[in-house]
Nanobody, 119 residues
Framework: QVQLVESGGGLVQPGGSLRLSCAASGRTFSAYAMGWFRQAPGKEREFVAQILWSGGNTAYADSVKGRFTVSRDNAKNTVYLQMNSLKPEDTAIYYC????????????WGQGTQVTVSS
């Protein structure tokens, strides 16, 4: 099926910025939507942002609204998550995922990339 690979994570100071990338490969990509999730130590995985592949409509969790921006490059089969004004509570492993048109659920997941926000 579709393989998703996240990249761009790292260590950043509070107030700093990072841009995560999620590249789809392996087969022709035809997801209905792409999403970003994160999981902090000791906590459950939570929704961060979503973008519809064709129309580009976006949705965000309240905790990141106004600070994070999700976008996509159709030609590159790549989705991005621009993270600004980062806070220590943003520290987590960030995963990208894809919604299949048939199931309307997040069936495909990447391996995750670590984001650490610390002074």
């Amino acid at each position: 099926q579709v393989q998703l690979v996240e990249s761009g994570g790292g260590l950043v100071q509070p107030g700093g910025s990072l841009r995560l990338s999620c590249a789809a490969s392996g087969r022709t990509f035809s997801a209905y939507a792409m999403g970003w999730f994160r999981q902090a130590p000791g906590k459950e995985r939570e929704f961060v942002a979503q973008i519809l592949w064709s129309g580009g409509n976006t949705a965000y969790a309240d905790s990141v609204k106004g600070r994070f921006t999700v976008s996509r490059d159709n030609a590159k089969n790549t989705v991005y998550l621009q993270m600004n004004s980062l806070k220590p509570e943003d520290t987590a492993i960030y995963y990208c995922a894809a919604v299949s048109p048939s199931t309307r659920s997040y069936d495909y997941w990447g391996q995750g990339t670590q984001v650490t926000v610390s002074s």
